[in-house]
């Protein structure tokens, strides 16, 4: 298994110093967030996006995901108006297009919330979004993995049955899917039933601790999780690619210090 350094917690420090220490620690591949500084689409559409591919070039490290900010201000597909839904699709169209030109493998977007829309236009919202987003990857021979949310964050699909559902019925073959192991361990749910039920269309892992309790990403072993089990039992079913230790937040006065630590545990599930 292959393991990746998540940005979002160094937006407070220069964009490189998650480069070096993405090989000072050993990690594989990096998966850049989206969000100014470091990685906004319409920034990497212009000048930045030669900055970061001379950091890979330099660092020799990959960009594996690219995973834009949305699903908060001032973008969210899920809420709004038709124009304001144009717009999100607009930005996150770009945001393929961004993930595509700096090499990334894939780039990742998650399930918003609707605020409340009755299941009938929250669905069709949601597939039309998705659909063309799809679509929008195809035509650059790009990937988008789609990832479910927990209940704080989104109302669309938070089990595993439902994200499954929708992927099948959707069945683009430019959509993917994925697993964060915190959302199905706080509803009870096994994550190692992603890999049995998504199959082949499993691309991507998130590999976090959690209090149970609510959406909180821990590092390894600060919370609640058998995440020594947990890993094992996905590598079991059939799962053994990428999988970014998604410390967002939390951590995010001393993201080296705390990338580090969660390597290192990560490293100590695999033995």
Known sequence: MK????????QRAALEDAFADTVRFGYDYIELWG?????????????DGAEIRGLIQRFGVPVRVYTPEHNAYPYNYMLGSRRQWEDSMEYLEAAIRA???IGAEYTLVSLGHSGGL??????RRLESSLLRLADAAQ??????????????ESDACTNLAS???????????ALCGMCDVVVPFVQGEDPADYPRRLGSRMRHLHLVDSD??????????????????VLRDIRAAGYDGAATLELVTHYIDAPSRYARLALERAKELMV
């Open 118 to 123: 009755p299941l009938q236009e929250r669905t």
């Open 99 to 101: 993930g595509a030109a």
């Open 3 to 10: 393991f990746g350094l998540f940005t979002c917690g160094y």
């Open 163 to 173: 994200y499954a559902a929708l992927l099948e019925r959707l069945d683009h073959p």
């Open 139 to 152: 035509r650059l021979g790009h990937a988008l993995v789609v990832e479910n949310l927990t209940p704080w």
């Open 212 to 229: 149970g309790i609510s959406e909180t990403h821990l590092v390894p072993g600060e919370g609640m999780m058998p995440l020594g089990r």
């Open 35 to 47: 969000g100014r500084p470091h990685g906004f689409a319409p920034d990497l559409l212009s000048d």
